[in-house]
């Protein structure tokens, strides 16, 4: 079992409709990612919260929302998606401030765009 | 500016056999570690092992081991004793000092373990 839970594992939507993936863990870490994942691509970084405030945003469309309620939540909300945008999305949280500490990944939520 | 680079896109190996897989990297920050993360088919990403750039020996856990050449900058994976579990996808990944916020990953090796 991961100690960082995605829901839900597969979404499927419409281009016109709104959704939210969500991201929780509870090991106490103060940085929370998000990352779009192609098929056999690395995962490509979309946000970074560091201690529930967005420190990076890597050029992402403003389709895409993100927000970190408490230090344990990670929201992605999801309107007006394009075709292209199906993909695997993972959720990541590690300790900030040691770079020997990993990143912790969920299982992902694979989302498909009708 | 922070890269990691794996040049095998795929690789096969014989079950029971050991196979490395490969991983250079750039960066200018003064301490950094690298990381090495398995993506079977079902998508999660599975954290295998950790070196940092101060460390002397090599790390190891359990089958994984990490040959660490700091001067030739490579952090090559090792895993003894395939098993078909072993399939998936590997990705070498950098987290620096300077900008402790973000990892970098490479493109990824696809390994495949055959019986």
């Known amino acids: 079992d991961t100690e960082v839970t995605q829901t839900p594992k597969h979404l499927v939507m419409g281009m016109t409709n709104k959704k939210s993936l969500k991201c929780e863990q509870h090991?106490?870490?103060?940085?929370m990612y998000w990352y779009k994942q192609k098929a056999k691509k690395p995962p490509e970084l979309m946000f970074v919260y560091s201690y529930e405030k967005l420190s990076i945003n890597e050029s992402v469309p403003s389709r895409f929302s993100p927000e970190c309620p408490n230090s344990s939540l990670l929201n992605l909300h999801l309107h007006a998606l394009q075709p292209e945008d199906s993909a695997l999305y993972l959720c990541?949280?590690?300790?900030?401030?040691?770079?020997?500490?990993?990143?912790?990944f969920g299982d992902g939520t694979r989302l498909s765009i009708l | 500016a922070q890269k990691i680079t794996q040049t095998q896109p795929g690789m096969f190996v014989q079950e029971k056999e050991a196979v490395t897989l490969d991983c250079t990297y750039d960066t200018s920050d003064p301490s950094y570690g690298l990381f090495w993360y398995k993506q079977p088919s079902s998508g999660e990403m599975i954290f295998l092992i950790y070196?940092?750039?101060?460390?002397?020996q090599n790390a190891t856990e359990g089958r994984y081991s990490l040959n660490f050449q700091k001067a030739r900058k490579s952090a090559n994976l090792v895993i003894s004793a395939s098993q078909l579990g072993d399939s998936a996808m590997y990705f070498c990944a950098m987290r620096g000092t300077y900008n402790f916020n973000k990892f970098y990953f490479g493109s990824g090796t696809k390994l495949n373990v055959k019986p």
């Open positions: 990541a949280s590690s300790h900030l401030g040691e770079e020997w500490q990993p990143q912790h």
């Open positions: 070196q940092g750039s101060y460390d002397q």
């Open positions: 090991m106490g870490h103060r940085a």
